[in-house]
């Protein structure tokens, strides 16, 4: 069967959730999944939108995704970031990854971003093997940093020095 890859419809937004849904636990991180489909329909759909979707599809069944947005880079400019790449387990190994990866990186070729850039995790060899097999770069001496809602306002209820 075909791999068909094209840009996400607001239509496809469930697929796209159940796809993040099976990443989490592939992710071992069942729980972290706070948005909904709702969310998908309304953030991908605005004016500009929050992101945007390629998708897999196979005999018009939604197969895989890849989510990824602008962001501004203060030493390349226009950068892309990869937010995420899935393919439902049992359609792994079919082509459907490195589809959805080549549409991300000749959309960012296309226009002229200065900067790809994505995590993946330590564990994950398959991926982290794939990434270097396309020349990219696995950068070892930077840390993913985050804050959680909780700690930002933990933090932010602290006294603070305004001179800083």
């Known amino acids: 069967m075909p791999t068909t890859i094209r840009a996400g419809e607001k239509k496809d937004m469930q697929a796209v959730f159940a796809l993040i849904q099976e990443l989490a636990l592939f992710e ?7 948005i909904s489909v ?7 759909f605005v004016n500009p939108p929050k992101f945007s979707t390629f998708v897999a599809e196979e005999n018009e069944h939604i197969i895989g995704m890849a989510l990824f947005y602008e962001r501004y880079s203060t030493w390349k400019g226009t950068a892309l970031h990869l937010e995420d790449l899935i393919v ?30 994505w995590e993946v995790l330590d564990w994950n060899t398959a991926a982290i093997d794939f990434y270097k097999s396309t020349g990219a770069t696995i ?26």
Request: charge should be positive.
């Open 88 to 117: 439902t387990q049992e359609k792994r190994g079919t082509g459907a990854g490195k589809a959805l990866y080549t549409a991300v990186l000749k959309k960012a070729h296309t226009q002229q971003y200065g900067r790809v850039g």
């Open 139 to 164: 950068l070892k001496d930077w840390f993913v940093v985050q804050m959680s809602p909780e700690k930002l306002a933990t933090y932010l209820e602290q006294p603070s020095d305004e001179n800083f």
């Open 38 to 44: 709702a969310d998908l329909e309304r953030d991908g």
């Open 28 to 34: 071992k991180r069942p729980n972290e999944v706070h």
